[in-house]
């Protein structure tokens, strides 16, 4: 299984980024795909959901309406969509997938850094 992240980097407040994590290894249409982030001296949070069955979406209340989580299943891809970007965004972001309660796995993550 490997999941790789792309798309991170040095934006300005009220830019944009989008995301890429490109998955191998396993039957990528199956599985519900996150995104999660980590700023420094903070926990891992959960920033969006897709799932797998018709693409339904669910996000953090601090992402709602600026970020789209969307998945691209014929290139084993998710993306994330971030839009008016603030500078408490700025974290490593990773992409998550989980087969079972005790297995899943991560992406090496990727920065994303908002200057105000």
């Known amino acids: 299984v490997r999941l790789v992240e792309s798309g991170g980097g040095l934006v300005q407040s009220g830019g944009s980024l989008r995301l890429s994590c490109a998955a191998s290894?396993?039957?990528?249409?199956?599985?519900?795909m996150r995104w999660y982030r980590q700023a420094p001296g903070k926990e891992r949070e959960l920033v969006a959901t897709?799932?797998?069955?018709?693409?339904?979406?669910n996000y953090a209340d601090s992402v709602k309406g600026r970020f789209t989580i969307s998945r691209d299943n014929a290139k084993n891809t998710v993306y994330l969509q971030m839009n008016s970007l603030k500078p408490e965004d700025t974290a490593v972001y990773y992409c998550?997938?989980?087969?079972?309660?005790?297995?899943?796995?991560w992406g090496q993550g990727t920065q994303v850094t908002v200057s105000s």
């Open positions: 998550n997938v989980l087969f079972s309660s005790s297995l899943w796995a």
């Open positions: 290894g396993f039957t990528f249409s199956r599985y519900a």
């Open positions: 897709i799932t797998s069955a018709d693409g339904s979406t």
